[in-house]
């Protein structure tokens, strides 16, 4: 059964930076296009960028330019470099596949205020 474990979280002061990770079990990770997902308080969950099997970033249009998503394929692993943070970026962040996501993990928490 595949097991999504994400990580790096945090608080920050606007304009600050993270990096999160991902650790993926139980599956071929390098055959899946992955995602990064966001869920705000009341608000739906949505994608935030998104990567090929073999290593092609796409990013949502409110996070280029700060935002990069990046793989490791030998260790099972996925990252998103978050820069120049906003506090409408705070949320859950979830890793999960790009397509037909499931099996949701806990996400990591990040939080941006003054």
């Known amino acids: 059964q595949v097991q999504f474990v994400e990580s790096g979280g945090g608080s920050v002061e606007p304009g600050g930076s993270l990096r999160l990770s991902c650790a993926v079990s139980?599956?071929?990770?390098?055959?899946?296009?992955m995602g990064w997902y966001r869920q705000a308080p009341g608000k739906q969950r949505e994608l935030v960028a998104s990567?090929?099997?073999?290593?092609?970033?796409i990013h949502v249009e409110f996070v280029k330019g700060r935002f990069t998503i990046s793989r490791d394929n030998a260790k099972n692993a996925m990252y998103l470099q978050m820069g120049g943070l906003k506090p409408d970026d705070t949320a859950v962040y979830y890793c999960?596949?790009?397509?037909?996501?499931?099996?949701w993990g806990q996400g990591t928490q990040v939080t941006v205020s003054a």
């Open positions: 999960n596949f790009r397509f037909g996501p499931h099996h």
């Open positions: 139980g599956i071929a990770f390098g055959v899946y296009a």
């Open positions: 990567i090929t099997s073999d290593g092609i970033p």
